[in-house]
């Protein structure tokens, strides 16, 4: 599981077996877990709506297997997110 991507180890990913080319996911389409992806590199050039959809999606990944993978490496993500979108 430690070399696995988000997708490998939370089962019922919706990208799973989609192209990454023109996956919704921003993570998945980096070829990057989410723990790796900068999600503050990500949200600020999207439409306020948008940021808005990301950083509350936010709020459910700790009940997620691949963030129970890597709580540490996921938690900073989110922290930062945070503290970039409150300072915006
Ligand atoms: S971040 Fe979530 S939705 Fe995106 S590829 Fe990883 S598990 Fe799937």
Redesign the pocket.
Known sequence: MADEK??EI?KD???RGRSQETAG?P??RADK??WEIDWREVIKYLPASQQEYWYSHMDRCPECI?FKSHPEEMQARIDELKSFYLND
Do not use: P, V
Request: glycine share 0%.
């Open positions: 988000c997708w939370k990913c919706l990208m996911c993570a998945y877990s989410c691949a």
